[in-house]
């Protein structure tokens, strides 16, 4: 066989080589890319997401549980012998004779306390009567003093005349003199006496009147007491439970049971005490029932955190439902913030183990260190404020396995 020109065989080698410049031309940046990597990564252990504009929500969402907003619990105000009247269960109304308490003891404290108060009317009342004849007496004294007065001044006038002409001896005369003194005196005294007296009368007065004003405060307060034997509903509603067994001695101040009012029902909700600090009251929450979804506002909030949690009240914010019962399970989304056309990513491992200052975006197969800085923080997405622009595709998995390396490898 004749064997092919030279020419042929140097063409090929010519095109064989520049192919392969060609080839090595278009590789060289891949290649480099790859060189200035520290190490490489299977993208199968790492997940992504790409930077983008959105609404921003943060909430919490915690399980709930219906209770009343008013449940009053009911008091024994004596010791005595408990008669129930309902069972717990029991539908009642504001008013309604719930139990009796039978108080020997509190039924005679209350005839004891009426008649004592009885007796202290009837001594106000004659205190008034003495005081008035008390008085009357010392208006007697003090009138015949001034008679004496004048009748003693109309002597010394004859006499001081009769002095004159010599009519009578000096002995008569000084004693008239001596008895107009005597007469001025004693109605000095006599007009003191009397006003001593009458205050006197008027402090005595004023005491037993106090004492049956004392005495008429007790006398009511005992008849709450005894009127308080009658446990009576509070509010509509329905009897939740009862503390003790009928017919059986209870104690004073002893918990007897409670009144639930089912036309003010609330969520008691549990919230994990990391979304504390961002808790405000007027909040607006979901309530989930089922299927269904109702509005709510977040209604009050506990000051102390329990077993790492915060107590919380969410009311219904339009008209409760029918559905609901005391107790029920609910799902509750609490609305912190919202922000509208913000740089979102979704929420991954990336923001704990970067501390929220480190992101690594992906530049061509290669995951390429950022400084960013990340502001809201929902549980599915999170803001972002600087070092990221929208369409930049993010590694949100964990970034330990890039031990702070600046260029990392993805491998396909």
């Not at 090595?24 to 252990?45: D, F, G, K, N």
């Not at 107790?327 to 922000?339: A, C, G, L, T, W």
Request: neutral net charge.
């Amino acid at each position: 066989m004749q064997a092919p020109p030279r020419w042929r065989a140097h063409l090929r080698a010519l095109l064989a080589a520049t192919l392969g410049v060609v080839v090595l031309v278009l590789a060289l940046p891949s290649l480099s890319r790859m060189l200035s990597a520290e190490t490489s990564i299977s993208a199968e252990r790492l997940r992504f997401d790409t930077v983008h504009r959105g609404l921003l929500i943060r909430d919490v969402q915690v399980p709930g549980r219906v209770v009343a907003a008013v449940s009053p619990s009911l008091y024994a105000s004596a010791a005595g012998t408990l008669s129930l009247k309902v069972t717990a269960g029991a539908t009642v109304k504001q008013g309604e004779l719930l139990a009796v308490i039978d108080s020997p003891e509190m039924q005679s404290l209350l005839q004891q306390s009426n008649s004592l108060l009885q007796t202290l009317e009837i001594e106000v009342r004659r205190s008034r009567i003495d005081s008035r004849k008390q008085a009357l007496g010392s208006r007697r004294l003090f009138d015949e003093a001034q008679v004496a007065f004048a009748a003693a001044r109309r002597e010394m006038d004859r006499a001081e005349k009769s002095w004159v002409i010599r009519a009578i001896s000096e002995v008569d005369y000084q004693r008239a003199k001596d008895d107009l003194k005597k007469a001025e005196l004693a109605l000095q005294h006599t007009k003191g006496d009397t006003e001593l007296e009458r205050e006197s009368l008027a402090f005595e007065q004023t005491t037993r009147e106090l004492a049956l004003e004392q005495q008429n405060l007790r006398s009511a307060e005992v008849s709450r007491l005894v009127a308080g034997l009658e446990v009576r509903a509070p509010v509509n509603g329905l009897v939740g439970s009862i503390a003790v067994a009928d017919r059986t001695a209870v104690a004073v101040n002893q918990i007897l049971m409670t009144v639930v009012d089912l036309a003010q029902l609330q969520i008691d909700v549990q919230i994990p005490e990391t979304m504390a600090d961002d808790l405000g009251l007027g909040m607006l929450a979901e309530i989930r029932i089922g299927n269904d979804k109702h509005a709510g506002v977040l209604a009050s909030i506990a000051p102390e955190i329990t077993a790492n949690q915060v107590s919380g009240r969410v009311r219904f914010a339009e008209v409760q439902p029918t559905t609901v019962r005391q107790n029920q399970r609910v799902d509750v989304r609490i609305v912190i913030e919202e922000k509208a056309d913000v740089l979102l990513l979704a929420r991954g491992p990336f923001v704990d183990t970067g501390g929220g200052r480190i992101a690594y975006v992906v530049e061509d197969g290669i995951a390429v260190k950022r400084t960013i800085e990340v502001g809201a923080v929902s549980v599915a997405a999170v803001e972002v404020l600087a070092g990221l622009s929208e369409g930049d595709r993010v590694v949100i998995s964990s970034i330990d396995e890039f031990r702070g390396a600046p260029r990392v490898q993805i491998s396909e």
